[in-house]
């Protein structure tokens, strides 16, 4: 499929989501959010290992979501638009395989919540990051109150999201929503480099950890561990369990197939 508002690019096993809506510094309109839901329903995880989400141009991740658009709607389509936006969202943040965020500028609003339904954020110098949707008069919308508090703990998250404020990329590190921050000129090529070291490494092994770690959020302590312990049983009905054990064994380098 085309779209009009995503690039893909393909890089052997690792795809390259990029958001590109320059004019609006890729703000999030209902027609974007359905894009991305479309891409990502229809990724093939047996031929992407890795996926990279980032921002087209210099200055922005992606802004937020698209006021012109929310002006004019009332709470029925409110409700609707941000359930556009956090299916798509969802759908991403359950993918079985590594999503990395490359934070390469603002990502505000529906930018930040973008970054935080992938796995692992790693950000420009440059990126700014907030949930200013208080001081438009609403909450935000794609699930960020509940992935910020998640991810920051709840005091940094409401001190977020209720006074708007942004915070710079160093801050943004310090508090723990992204994993590093680099120059603009090497943020891609960090990503690519992350994406690589993933990929040398079991696929169902990898699916079977995120599920653990994305479902034990919302999991009593026994319930978590007993996730646990079928996951890793199952890794041992894998050929790549095999693989990976045997290469130890015999002082090689495992060659995996995801199977």
Same mark, same amino acid.
């Given at each position: 499929?085309?779209?009009?508002?995503?690039?893909?690019?393909?890089? =052997?096993?690792?795809?390259?989501? @990029?958001?590109? !809506?320059? @004019?609006?510094?890729? !703000?999030?309109?209902?027609?974007?959010?359905?894009?991305?839901?479309?891409?990502?329903?229809?990724?093939?995880?047996?031929? +992407?290992?890795?996926?990279?989400? +980032?921002?087209?141009?210099?200055? *922005?991740?992606?802004?937020?979501? =698209?006021?012109?658009?929310?002006?004019?709607?009332?709470?029925?389509?409110?409700?609707?638009?941000?359930?556009?936006?956090?299916?798509?969202?969802?759908?991403?943040? +359950?993918?079985?395989?590594?999503?990395? #965020?490359?934070?390469?500028?603002?990502?505000?609003?529906?930018?930040?919540?973008? *970054?935080? !339904?992938?796995?692992?954020?790693?950000?420009?110098?440059k990126a700014k990051f907030g949930q200013p949707e208080v001081g438009l008069g609403i909450?935000?919308?794609?699930?960020? +109150?509940?992935?910020?508090?998640?991810?920051?703990?709840?005091?940094?998250?409401?001190?977020?999201?209720?006074?708007?404020? #942004?915070?710079?990329?160093?801050?943004?590190?310090?508090?723990?929503?992204?994993n590093a921050v680099y120059e603009p000129e090497e943020l891609m090529d960090k990503a690519?480099?992350?994406?690589?070291?993933?990929?040398?490494?079991?696929?169902?092994?990898?699916?079977? !950890?995120?599920?653990?770690?994305?479902?034990?959020? =919302?999991?009593?302590?026994?319930?978590?561990?007993?996730?646990?312990?079928?996951?890793?049983?199952?890794?041992?009905?894998?050929?790549?369990?095999?693989?990976?054990?045997?290469?130890?064994?015999? @002082?090689?380098? #495992?060659?995996?197939?995801?199977?």
């Amino acid at each position: 499929m085309e779209y009009g508002f995503l690039k893909i690019e393909q890089l =052997d096993q690792i795809t390259v989501m @990029k958001v590109s !809506a320059p @004019k609006s510094l890729n !703000a999030l309109n209902s027609t974007v959010l359905k894009e991305i839901d479309h891409f990502v329903s229809n990724l093939d995880t047996t031929q +992407t290992r890795v996926l990279i989400v +980032t921002g087209d141009g210099e200055k *922005a991740f992606v802004a937020g979501a =698209d006021i012109s658009e929310m002006a004019h709607l009332y709470e029925k389509e409110g409700y609707e638009f941000s359930k556009i936006g956090a299916v798509a969202f969802r759908k991403l943040e +359950t993918l079985p395989i590594p999503v990395i #965020a490359a934070v390469n500028g603002f990502a505000l609003g529906g930018g930040c919540e973008l *970054a935080m !339904a992938c796995d692992i954020r790693i950000a420009s110098n440059k990126a700014k990051f907030g949930q200013p949707e208080v001081g438009l008069g609403i909450t935000p919308g794609f699930s960020g +109150t509940y992935r910020l508090a998640k991810l920051v703990g709840q005091g940094y998250a409401k001190e977020m999201i209720f006074t708007g404020k #942004a915070i710079r990329a160093d801050e943004a590190l310090r508090i723990g929503l992204v994993n590093a921050v680099y120059e603009p000129e090497e943020l891609m090529d960090k990503a690519i480099e992350m994406a690589q070291k993933m990929i040398k490494n079991a696929p169902l092994a990898i699916k079977y !950890a995120k599920q653990c770690i994305n479902e034990s959020y =919302d999991l009593i302590a026994e319930d978590a561990i007993e996730l646990e312990n079928t996951n890793f049983g199952k890794c041992f009905a894998t050929e790549d369990q095999k693989e990976g054990m045997a290469a130890f064994l015999e @002082k090689r380098e #495992a060659v995996f197939r995801g199977k």
